[in-house]
T-cell receptor, first 115, second 116 residues
């Protein structure tokens, strides 16, 4: 099993550009989440999904879009990149009913710099 | 609203000394609590979790945590620090109850430094 795979690992964007951060899991997990990590602020929830076709906003959703057309994939789209979106982004997944019992499995992250 | 507070953004201990990382939670319903560890330039790895089965929880790498409802705390401890324990540690919570959101809410993290 590959677990949770995030691509790319590193990305530099210019202000105003758009891009999609990819997240895929091969564990048939229904719950998936996107977090951003900034120094001194821990990880903050951007968007999450409890299954294909179902998404909801987290704490810091502005400037980001998600969709969940399949169980395996949960891409995060930056519509118009801003320097404030410079961060490390983590995707995580958990089986339905397993988030409490097992916690989440995390990807290795995407380090994004917006100049 | 649920939240977790980690006291101390940086903790430094000597190799062989006790490790104590503090976490307090705020929740209107019984929470489910987790500790994660992040080694440099890596993702997060689950250390241990509290799911109400037992108040003293043992995790990987010799870490354990005790859930104390009266103190709303879930502090992480290890009797003897190793150099390899140097990392950032995050306390996290999932809200309980039938309708609680099943996504993690994280504390701000504590960076553990282990001195030789």
């Amino acid at each position: 099993n590959a677990g949770v795979t995030q691509t790319p690992k590193f990305q530099v964007l210019k202000t105003g550009q758009s891009m999609t951060l990819q997240c895929a899991q091969d564990m048939n997990h229904e719950y998936m989440s996107w977090y951003r990590q900034d120094p001194g602020m821990g990880l903050r929830l951007i968007h999450y999904s409890v299954g294909a076709g179902i998404t909801d906003q987290g704490e810091v959703p502005n400037g980001y879009n998600v969709s969940r057309s399949t169980t395996e994939d949960f891409p995060l789209r930056l519509l118009s990149a801003a320097p404030s979106q410079t961060s490390v982004y983590f995707c995580a997944s958990s089986p339905r009913g397993g988030a409490i019992l097992y916690g989440y499995t995390f990807g290795s992250g995407t380090r994004l710099t917006v100049v | 609203a649920q939240s977790v507070t980690q006291l101390g953004s940086h903790v430094s201990v000597s190799e062989g000394a006790l490790v104590l990382l503090r976490c307090n939670y705020s929740s209107s319903v019984p929470p489910y609590l987790f500790w994660y560890v992040q080694y440099p330039n890596q993702g997060l790895q689950l250390l241990l979790k509290y799911t109400s089965a037992a108040t003293l929880v043992k995790g990987i790498n010799g870490f354990e945590a005790e859930f104390k409802k009266s103190e709303t705390s879930f502090h992480l401890t290890k009797p003897s620090a190793h150099m390899s324990d140097a990392a950032e540690y995050f306390c996290a919570v999932i809200l309980g109850g039938a309708t609680g959101r099943r996504a993690l809410t994280f504390g701000s993290g504590t960076r553990l430094q282990v001195q030789p």
